[in-house]
């Protein structure tokens, strides 16, 4: 045997029993060290960049990060040696994109060896990771979020921040935790301004783009960016639940033009803006916004204007007019087809105050009750962790 029972701690040497006690320190600082995220030299042999790196991703927000980080493992920097993706079973951006470009492929949820990765990124990804997994990662695992951490937790952030009327936004790079979204330390944070009329479509774009780029940059000097992460406060924490058809009613005589206009280009791309007819439920297409209505004889919220020079259907709001060039009703019909076949005759009346059945109305009464509980959630506008 290597050890002689007789050197003595004394001596300033360790004595078989004292070895076994350091090696079992060193082993608890290890894990301690993986589960907070940090390495240390005494604890898990720190590595620095070109980083073995795991990406957890589906959607086309994902695929501008996973884009930035294949192309650097190529670049003069080296700054990803290894690339590996877990991906959900559907045909998704992140599995079309990994496979056209042969970057080894895991299903969900994914086996990691020990030692295998150093860190790992997801984005946009929509499974809470369990401890486990996030232990394996010594450097912990990365998201992108877009939003300026603690506003919009959760899993719609950009579509709420439109919807809410936000002018400043950001992305922010948090280190993840297991049970919950969005609540990690953050670890790298950007502001960015929101465009005037933007859509969320778009807004999410640039947000892609600029996380993308703030991934980079905290990946160049991660250790670093780790021994200084702060960890999220509650005041000014919001949730950002998922969009819905719900969503999509408009209440003609609760909501001003701003209001409808937010709320178009917040969901108008993916579900239309929703209101009824008679009865019918009619969906709002090809909005153009704030409309000016000459004729001031109809001012009841959903009241309805056809002007026959541009082809605009103009309904009333509580403080305006906003204006449509088609709808909905069992197939799409031009705002000119809808006049001539529903609007016509009503026009002909030339009544000074219509009835309800002669307008646009908000849906059934149990829908108003859900607006309004929704409408309260966000006027208080806190998520409690």
Request: proline share 5%; charged share 20%; aromatic share 10%.
């Amino acid at each position: 045997m290597m050890w002689s029972f007789g050197w003595t701690a004394r001596a300033g040497l360790k004595t078989p029993s004292r070895v076994k006690l350091c090696r079992k320190r060193a082993e608890w600082k290890g894990v301690y060290g993986r589960k907070q995220g940090l390495c240390t030299s005494s604890s898990c042999s720190p590595r620095t960049a070109p980083w073995r790196l795991m990406f957890f991703g589906t959607d086309q927000f994902a695929l501008e990060s996973l884009k930035l980080l294949s192309s650097s493992r190529k670049s003069s920097e080296a700054l990803v040696e290894t690339l590996e993706v877990v991906t959900l079973s559907q045909d998704v951006p992140v599995k079309r994109f990994a496979q056209q470009n042969h970057l080894p492929l895991h299903n969900w949820p994914p086996v990691i060896a020990e030692g295998q990765f150093d860190v790992g990124v997801i984005v946009s990804f929509g499974c809470l990771l369990h401890q486990r997994i996030i232990n394996k990662f010594p450097y912990g695992i990365l998201n992108v979020h877009p939003s300026l951490l603690p506003r919009w937790r959760g899993p719609a952030p950009v579509f709420h921040t439109i919807l809410h009327g936000d002018t400043v936004t950001g992305v922010t790079i948090i280190q993840i935790r297991p049970h919950k979204f969005d609540v990690g330390p953050i670890l790298n944070q950007e502001l960015y301004q929101v465009p005037e009329n933007s859509t969320a479509d778009e807004l999410g774009a640039a947000l892609a783009v600029k996380g993308a780029h703030l991934l980079i940059d905290t990946l160049r000097k991660l250790p670093e960016r780790i021994e200084v992460k702060r960890e999220q406060g509650h005041a000014g924490a919001t949730f950002a639940p998922k969009i819905n058809t719900n969503m999509s009613w408009v209440f003609w005589e609760e909501q001003t033009c701003n209001q409808v206009t937010r709320l178009y280009r917040a969901i108008g791309s993916r579900i239309p803006l929703r209101t009824t007819w008679r009865g019918r439920t009619v969906k709002l297409l090809d909005f153009v916004g704030k409309y000016h209505v000459s004729d001031q004889r109809h001012q009841t919220p959903g009241s309805v204007f056809y002007d026959k020079g541009s082809c605009t259907l103009a309904i009333c709001c509580k403080d305006g007019w906003v204006g449509f060039k088609a709808v909905l009703l069992n197939k799409r019909l031009t705002a000119a087809d809808f006049y001539n076949g529903y609007l016509h005759q009503t026009f002909q009346k030339n009544s000074p105050s219509w009835t309800a059945e002669e307008r646009f109305v908000s849906p059934k009464e149990e829908n108003k009750e859900l607006h309004k509980s929704e409408k309260s959630l966000r006027c208080r506008n806190t998520f409690h962790t």
